[in-house]
C-alpha cells in the first residue's frame, strides 16, 4: 500500500484560508488513484470532504461544497484540499486517502471510506470563533 502524508493544517480564524496537501512517502504517481479527502472532529465520525476519481470527476460534501476545492498536480505527485471561508464545523483531523479504480471511480461511493485502501496518518486543522 502507498504510504500517505499529509501536511499544511494549521490554525486559522473564521473566514480563512488553509491549503493541505498529500502525496506518497516514496512520490508514487497518484494518476491512477481516486483520491480523497476526510474530516474527523472530536468525538464524531470521519466523514467524506472531497474526492476525485481516475477520470477527474470531483465529489463534495455539502458543507463544504463551494468553499473547497480537491485537485491533483500530477507533475508533483500531490494532491490538495483548497479550503476557503473556513468555519470552526471545519475543525477536525483531516485524512487523505487512495484507492485503486476498480473500486472507488463511482462518484456516488467517492465519500465513502471503504472505497479507500491506503490512509495519512492526518493534519489537524483549528479554526478560531
Known amino acids: 500500500q502507498m504510504q500517505l502524508v499529509e501536511s499544511g493544517g494549521g490554525s486559522v480564524q473564521t473566514g480563512g484560508s488553509l491549503r493541505l496537501s498529500c502525496a506518497d512517502s516514496r512520490n508514487t504517481s497518484l494518476i491512477d488513484y481516486c483520491m480523497g479527502w476526510f474530516r474527523q472532529a472530536s468525538g464524531k465520525e470521519r466523514q467524506g470532504v472531497a474526492a476525485v476519481n481516475t477520470y477527474g470527476s470531483t465529489t463534495y460534501a455539502d458543507s463544504v461544497k463551494g468553499r473547497f476545492t480537491i485537485s491533483k498536480a500530477n507533475a508533483k505527485n500531490t494532491l490538495y484540499l483548497q479550503m476557503n471561508s473556513l468555519n470552526s464545523e471545519d475543525t477536525a483531523m483531516y485524512y487523505c486517502?487512495?484507492?485503486?479504480?476498480?473500486?472507488?471511480?463511482?462518484?456516488?461511493?467517492?465519500?465513502?471510506?471503504?472505497?479507500?485502501?491506503?490512509w495519512g496518518q492526518g493534519t489537524q486543522v483549528t479554526v478560531s470563533s
Open positions: 486517502a487512495a484507492g485503486l479504480s476498480n473500486r472507488c471511480n463511482s462518484v456516488t461511493r467517492s465519500l465513502t471510506e471503504y472505497v479507500y485502501s491506503s
